[in-house]
């Protein structure tokens, strides 16, 4: 017996073809310039790989994006927690605080920064003799914390909202303490929702450029080194950086989203 198809609706097709130039416009723009160095320039690419200024800049991105990610963790994850099942005056207030990192631009973000964590800011200056956070390790964590935080709040929050409040309920009336239960049950639940957060993270995290340089442009992170050699000697110095920051990146991010999509098992539905 034949049947017809049902022709899609108008509406659907223009936003398919929307959809495709998003898409494309992502693509073409970081393809351009992967194929064109692999093409035009391979043993520049090749010799940015075994440069050690460039493999020691790309780890301390990787490294302070880590360390900005864990403590986003130790602390995004009770305010999503609070903020996804609690109701009190000013929540609103709270949750757009917290956005704010993600509209302020982020040279301005830095010089927020660098006006507590400097050697005279309200906090650098009382804690100068522990740690330093101009030119510092420090200082490119403090930078990355801020800008890349709300993904993970938000993120996280969204997990804890999907999870029925009921299941917890019945936990603690079985005898769970509050923190066994939000461990053993909610916490699974959200795992999915936490990785993603911690994912998205991490990556805006090493690709921040603008609020570090400002509050750390030493030791230089990948960016930095970037935005340097393409100030000192041009954009054939600073493509090869760049490309390979990129296939850096995007391989460690395909691989980490690879490995949550089989966490959806976890999903409340």
């Known amino acids: 017996m034949l049947t017809s198809r049902k022709a ?3 509406l659907i097709l223009v936003f398919i073809f929307l959809a495709l130039v998003l898409l494309l416009f992502v ?3 970081l393809a351009n310039m992967v194929i064109e160095q692999v093409v035009t320039d391979l043993p520049a690419l090749i010799n940015a790989a075994c440069e050690k ?7 301390l991105s990787m490294y302070a994006g880590l360390v900005a990610t864990l403590i986003a963790l130790v602390l995004g994850i009770p305010a999503a927690y609070i903020l996804a099942r609690k109701d009190f005056f000013g929540k609103g207030f709270v949750e757009s605080v917290l956005d704010i990192p993600v509209v302020v631009p982020h040279t301005v973000a830095g010089i927020a920064l660098l006006t507590i964590f400097g050697a005279n800011g309200l906090l650098g ?3 100068e003799s522990y740690i330093r956070f101009r030119d510092a390790f420090a200082g490119i964590v403090i930078a990355m914390l801020f800008v890349s935080a709300p993904f993970l709040t938000n993120s996280v929050r969204e997990g804890f909202q999907n999870i029925d409040p009921r299941l917890e309920n019945t936990a603690r009336s079985l005898g769970a303490p509050m923190w066994k239960a ?5 916490m699974p639940l959200a795992a999915r929702h936490i990785l993603t957060g911690s994912i998205m993270c991490w990556a805006r ?8 340089v400002i509050i750390a442009y030493y030791p230089m992170i990948g960016p930095t080194l970037v935005y340097d050699r393409y100030l000192s000697y041009g954009l054939s110095a600073s493509r090869p950086i760049a490309v390979l920051l990129i296939l850096v990146t995007l391989t460690i991010f395909i691989a980490v ?3 949550s999509a089989g966490w959806r098992l976890y999903d409340k539905d």
């Open 8 to 10: 899609p609706e108008p």
């Open 27 to 29: 693509v073409i723009t």
């Open 53 to 59: 200024s460039v493999i020691k800049s790309i780890s």
């Open 125 to 127: 200056a009382p804690l």
């Open 182 to 186: 939000l461990l053993f049950v909610t």
């Open 205 to 212: 995290a090493i690709s921040e450029f603008g609020a570090v």
């Open 257 to 259: 989203r690879l490995l």
